[in-house]
Structure formats: structure tokens, C-alpha cells
């Protein structure tokens, strides 16, 4: 059962940390609160932090409930894609429609974490499955140098979201860093990050590099050094290289 007939779905893909993995798209092709050196949907033209409805919640609910009626099936539904999924200001009525069509297929969201400092973020949030955030930055200069983000967004803000949500909810939580060679693989970021996640209540931290051709001239981390960064950050670690991002990089629509 493919989504090739629907705006707002694609896939499933196969994924790394999901499985089989139906793609719901909720904003259109890279809006995003960042604009991230290793990001591979192409130059950022809709850099934002403006919640709005940019795709409507009703009808990603009835492509979600048609694909289900023709047999759809898949291991996750899973709001992501184009960018940034929590910048569509009808998230939670978006999760409590999926979940509301009563497949038992669970609902997970990739997000980069940024809206995580506001408190309807985080409720919005609730009623997922999984959330898989990112984390990829130690401190306000690496994050403005990975990232890219928006003049106005913090990182202490977006770690103490982060935080606050990690604290409150009842599903699993997957957090994602994503290294490059050069840049966030040092012993010295490692050591921050490694102190940083002690204060996070995360079920898994993911360790990503980069697989296929990014954006920017940036290097993948070698599956060695990946190794003894795992190694270094304990027992929730996990190496997911192979390993993409659960994105469609811009193939949107397709399996
Ligand atoms: S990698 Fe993700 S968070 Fe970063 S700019 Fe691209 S869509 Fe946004």
C-alpha cells in the first residue's frame, strides 16, 4: 500500500529507527526553525519560528484515515518530513486525530527541538507515542554553527524545553545528535554533551552522520570514532548510522 496518491503522506520508508515508517508531512518543503549545515532538503528559503496552519489538520486526517481503510500498513505513523512538523499550530489536533482513528499503529514525531521551550509545544506533544528530538549543539556558539538557527532562538531556552518535556512525558523519548567530523565529534564536545544528556530524561540517545550527500561541504564521522562515542555516553547509546534521517529529502511523495 503505497501514499503515491496523497499529498501529505509518503512511504512507508524504511528507517532505521522506526522501521517501516509512514511519512506524514505537516509544512511544506524546509520550513524550519534551522537551517542546519547538514541539512539535505536543499537551501532554506521558509526559515521560521511562525506557528501556523501550513497544511490543513483535516485533511491530513482523512488522507491518514483513507490510507488506513485501503489496508495501509506500517510499524509507525510518523509526523516529519519537510521540516520542522511542530511549526503547523494544529499539532495536537493533528495526534489526537491519528490516534483518534484507532489503528494501534503508534505515533511518532521527529522534531528538532527548537519549540520545545513553549509550554503548548510540549501539551501539543503529549499524546504521541515517541518523540525523537535532536540535540546536536553544547552551548550557544556549536549551536549557532550547526544549526543555523533563527537570531531569535536560544539554546539554553531550547535545552530547558527539552528538559522540562523529557520530565513530563509518558511516551519514550529518542534523542538524536547528529555528528560531523570536525565540527561536534571532539573529546571536549563529547565530554559537554556526555554531562548535558545526565540532565535529560531520554530512553535512547542516537548517535547519525552523515550517509548520503548533504547540503555543505561536511564530513562523516568514522564508524570507529562513532564507536567510542557511544562507548563514552553509556548504556542508552545506540549507532543508527546507515542510518538516514527519517526524511524524504525531498522525494516528498515517494517511497
Ligand atoms: S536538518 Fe531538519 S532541523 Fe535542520 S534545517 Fe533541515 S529540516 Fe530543519
Redesign the pocket.
Known sequence: MSANDYKHLFGPVQSSRLGRSLGIDLVPL?T?????L????GA?AK?TQERREYVSAAEIISEVKSWLAKGGEADYLTLSG???PTLNCRLGKIIEGIKGLGSGIPLAVI??G?LLCRPEVRDELMGADVVLP?LDAVDEESFRAI??PLEALEYDRILAGLRDFSLVFRGEIWLEV?LLAGVNDSDQHIEKLAALLETISADKIQLNTVSRPAGEQVERVSHRRLEEIRQRLGDKAEVIVGGE?E?PYGAVNSS
Do not use: D, I, M
Open positions: 524546509k524550519c526553525t534551522y537551517n542546519c547538514y541539512c539535505q532538503l532554506s526559515t519537510s521540516g520542522e522534531t528538532n527548537s535532536s544549526n543555523r547528529f534521517k526524511r
